[in-house]
């Protein structure tokens, strides 16, 4: 899995997410293998935020949407401290800077 990023003006970025963060369903674990389950506690606000993204991204499973936000994740914190900027352009053309917290 992989986005392309292209800002007129800049070269084109693959946003290729690291080892162990894509696919498309959940996989059970090999034998031997600790399945990495994990039980959360979340809000009823981050509840609806996990369903709403799931429906965005086409009712994907929501261990998938944890995964693919996750690795999302990792790579703008890498990306950021390597010096990098993440940048937003919206349709009307403003850039805005989006400052991770």
Known sequence: MSDRVNIPGRPE?????????S????RPASPGQDSGRLSLRLSPEARQTLEDISALRGGVS????VRRALG??????REQREGSRILIEAPDKTVRQIVLR
Do not use: C
């Open 72 to 77: 999302t994740e990792l790579y703008l914190i």
């Open 13 to 21: 970025t693959v946003a290729t997410p690291p080892p162990g963060f």
């Open 62 to 65: 929501y261990a998938e949407v």
């Open 23 to 26: 696919g498309t369903e959940d």
